[in-house]
């Protein structure tokens, strides 16, 4: 914050998300209190967001391979399923909260001036430390199946997880300032995440799409940039550790270039909107 | 060296009844947007006045004429519907008990998060750290959680992390009343203090003695209007003919 006293400012008008990276430390103080509000009284704290994930690969491991018998189409289908949950784990948690958070954080929104980007951001941060467990689970199972990667299939993860993280970033301030004002917006980010979990190819592969749909259909299908990012984490995390031919979706780095484009447009429409709708938040939350 | 706050031609309106169901929104729409769908209400109009460098004033006036509107939207947290407000320098306010505080958190951690909301970084936030304690005379509580804070408490912490952000502006509203005595006492030297530094305030108190005493001048409102503005002692002296 500028200390200058020459110059005049507009109380309440901020810079939206470039304010967000001049006060990191104030973003980093609201994503320590989220994390402590959400663990407190829990005995195993944050080591709670290393057994879920480490569970969830085991009853994947179990039901799918053993029972449903999905190894039959896909090999390693532990590890394909897996990749693919914990991007949309981090994509839905992101989202969600995000769509909370200015109503959650009323407390703060409603008595003293933040720029309240904050907090939608805030939200993606915090997914992305309980990400983070996730992937070590991931990159464990990974290890064990053999996994060699090169340095493109890396740059692929990178590229899946940036893209999940912004498309979450703007569809949160979107949903998050609509929510202010109806709350239904709630239930329907909720609804989503169930449609976008299913839609995703996360518990079948891409050629099972491709038999069943027009080729258009499957083109559409392929630009939802969280659809692209499970694709890049299948190529980077999964792929690798396959010796048998399967076949990838074609152009994985340019449609992993278009979804980021993608989420991009999501991030200036949420900004926008957030905008719009920010001066009345204080009054109505 | 201009004004310290300007406000021209203010206009705040509020929703009475929020609806916050999509429901209720689109009966409304299909009813082709029949009535109103809220109670609007105008808690300020045409609000307008300058505040010199270094001057401490008073906002004055019954409850809801609007001080606490004035001050929201002077330290931003609202913004007005019509008109302006432009403010110098760096603005700290004490305007609701609790306000950028986090019932969850203890007092520690309450006042890293308070005062970098209101503008300091984590080097100045440490250096201070135990002036901001000191001064608010709770050491012993500072790792409760403020949930269990009494009011008293929430506004020594407050003010303190507030008065150790060197505001160029400072805003109090009435929540001074919620100190005991002494604390009251150390508040009302330390706005003195800063008030010789320099410092412009904004005070809002139904305590028109200390008015009188500590403001150089006094605004006071009504409905949401400006009905004097003035030399403190005379504007509690208007507000005290119409008592
Ligand atoms: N968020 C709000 N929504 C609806 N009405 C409000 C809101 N905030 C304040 N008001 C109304 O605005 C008027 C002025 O309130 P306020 O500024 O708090 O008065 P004061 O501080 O002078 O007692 C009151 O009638 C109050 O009910
Ligand atoms: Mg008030």
């Given at each position: 914050m500028s200390n200058s006293t020459d110059t005049y400012a507009v109380p309440g008008?901020?810079?939206?998300?470039?304010?967000?990276?001049?006060?990191?430390?104030?973003?980093?103080?609201?994503?320590?209190?989220?994390?402590?509000?959400?663990?407190?009284?829990?005995v195993l704290g944050l080591a709670w967001s290393?057994?879920?994930?480490?569970?969830?690969?085991?009853?994947?491991?179990?039901?799918?391979?053993?029972?449903?018998?999905v190894g039959d189409q896909i090999p390693n289908y532990a590890l394909y399923m897996f990749s693919g949950v914990i991007v949309i784990n981090f994509f839905s948690e992101a989202f969600s909260n995000a769509t909370r958070s200015i109503v959650s954080n009323a407390a703060l929104v409603k008595k003293i001036y933040l720029p309240r980007e904050l907090f939608p951001v805030a939200s993606v941060w915090v997914a992305?430390?309980?990400?983070?467990?996730?992937?070590?689970?991931?990159?464990?199972?990974?290890?064990?199946?053999?996994?060699?990667?090169?340095?493109?299939?890396?740059?692929?993860?990178?590229?899946?997880?940036?893209?999940?993280?912004v498309t979450a970033t703007g569809l949160g301030l979107l949903a998050g300032a609509i929510n202010v004002f109806f709350r239904d917006a709630e239930n329907i980010v909720d609804m989503l995440m169930m449609i976008?979990?299913?839609?995703?190819?996360?518990?079948?592969?891409?050629?099972?799409?491709?038999?069943?749909?027009?080729?258009?259909?499957?083109?559409?299908?392929?630009?939802?940039?969280?659809?692209?990012?499970?694709?890049?984490?299948?190529?980077?995390?999964?792929?690798?550790?396959?010796?048998?031919?399967?076949?990838?979706?074609?152009?994985?780095?340019?449609?992993?270039?278009?979804?980021?484009?993608?989420?991009?447009?999501?991030?200036?429409?949420?900004?926008?909107?957030?905008?719009?709708?920010?001066?009345?938040?204080?009054?109505?939350? | 060296m201009g004004a310290a706050v300007i406000v021209k031609g203010l206009k705040k309106t509020f929703n009475l009844r929020?609806?916050?169901?999509?429901?209720?929104?689109?009966?409304?729409?299909?009813?082709?947007?029949?009535?109103?769908?809220?109670?609007?209400?105008?808690?300020?109009?045409?609000?307008?006045?300058?505040?010199?460098?270094?001057?401490?004033?008073?906002?004055?006036?019954?409850?809801?004429?609007?001080?606490?509107?004035?001050?929201?939207?002077?330290?931003?947290?609202?913004?007005?519907?019509?008109?302006?407000?432009?403010?110098?320098?760096?603005?700290?306010?004490?305007?609701?008990?609790?306000?950028?505080?986090?019932?969850?958190?203890?007092?520690?951690?309450?006042?890293?998060?308070?005062?970098?909301?209101?503008?300091?970084?984590?080097?100045?936030?440490?250096?201070?750290?135990?002036?901001?304690?000191?001064?608010?005379?709770?050491?012993?509580?500072?790792?409760?959680?403020?949930?269990?804070?009494?009011s008293g408490m929430f506004l020594r912490l407050a003010f303190a992390v507030a008065v150790h952000t060197q505001p160029d502006i400072f805003l109090v509203d009435e929540i001074l009343a919620v100190g005991d005595e002494p604390f009251q006492r150390k508040c009302l030297a330390k706005i003195k203090q800063l008030s010789d530094e320099g410092r412009t305030l904004v005070v809002v108190s139904h305590d028109l003695d200390m008015i009188s005493r500590i403001c150089d001048r006094g605004v006071v409102l009504s409905s949401g209007t400006v009905q004097f503005e003035g030399p403190a002692d005379q504007a509690v002296a208007w507000l005290r003919e119409r008592n």
């Amino acid at each position: 914050m500028s200390n200058s006293t020459d110059t005049y400012a507009v109380p309440g008008v901020g810079a939206g998300l470039l304010d967000v990276y001049r006060r990191r430390y104030l973003l980093k103080l609201i994503v320590r209190k989220e994390l402590r509000v959400r663990y407190r009284g829990s005995v195993l704290g944050l080591a709670w967001s290393y057994v879920k994930p480490l569970v969830q690969y085991v009853v994947l491991f179990f039901a799918l391979g053993i029972v449903l018998r999905v190894g039959d189409q896909i090999p390693n289908y532990a590890l394909y399923m897996f990749s693919g949950v914990i991007v949309i784990n981090f994509f839905s948690e992101a989202f969600s909260n995000a769509t909370r958070s200015i109503v959650s954080n009323a407390a703060l929104v409603k008595k003293i001036y933040l720029p309240r980007e904050l907090f939608p951001v805030a939200s993606v941060w915090v997914a992305a430390v309980h990400f983070l467990p996730q992937l070590i689970v991931l990159l464990a199972a990974a290890l064990l199946s053999g996994w060699h990667p090169d340095i493109m299939q890396l740059f692929g993860a990178l590229l899946g997880f940036v893209i999940v993280a912004v498309t979450a970033t703007g569809l949160g301030l979107l949903a998050g300032a609509i929510n202010v004002f109806f709350r239904d917006a709630e239930n329907i980010v909720d609804m989503l995440m169930m449609i976008v979990t299913w839609t995703s190819p996360v518990l079948y592969d891409w050629t099972m799409i491709r038999r069943l749909a027009a080729p258009w259909v499957l083109t559409i299908y392929q630009l939802n940039p969280i659809t692209v990012a499970v694709e890049l984490f299948h190529w980077a995390f999964w792929y690798p550790t396959v010796n048998q031919p399967v076949e990838l979706p074609p152009h994985l780095l340019v449609t992993g270039f278009i979804g980021l484009g993608m989420a991009a447009l999501f991030l200036v429409i949420g900004q926008i909107v957030f905008r719009r709708l920010e001066g009345h938040f204080a009054q109505e939350v | 060296m201009g004004a310290a706050v300007i406000v021209k031609g203010l206009k705040k309106t509020f929703n009475l009844r929020h609806s916050h169901s999509m429901k209720e929104t689109l009966v409304w729409l299909a009813k082709g947007r029949k009535g109103d769908l809220t109670k609007k209400f105008d808690a300020l109009h045409d609000v307008s006045f300058e505040i010199q460098p270094g001057e401490t004033v008073a906002l004055l006036g019954f409850n809801g004429s609007g001080k606490s509107t004035l001050l929201k939207l002077i330290s931003g947290v609202i913004l007005p519907d019509q008109g302006t407000v432009r403010t110098k320098g760096r603005v700290a306010g004490l305007i609701e008990v609790g306000a950028g505080f986090h019932p969850d958190l203890s007092g520690r951690e309450n006042v890293y998060l308070n005062a970098a909301i209101l503008g300091m970084t984590e080097q100045e936030i440490q250096e201070k750290f135990d002036d901001i304690v000191a001064f608010s005379e709770i050491e012993q509580f500072i790792d409760t959680e403020v949930k269990f804070y009494s009011s008293g408490m929430f506004l020594r912490l407050a003010f303190a992390v507030a008065v150790h952000t060197q505001p160029d502006i400072f805003l109090v509203d009435e929540i001074l009343a919620v100190g005991d005595e002494p604390f009251q006492r150390k508040c009302l030297a330390k706005i003195k203090q800063l008030s010789d530094e320099g410092r412009t305030l904004v005070v809002v108190s139904h305590d028109l003695d200390m008015i009188s005493r500590i403001c150089d001048r006094g605004v006071v409102l009504s409905s949401g209007t400006v009905q004097f503005e003035g030399p403190a002692d005379q504007a509690v002296a208007w507000l005290r003919e119409r008592n």
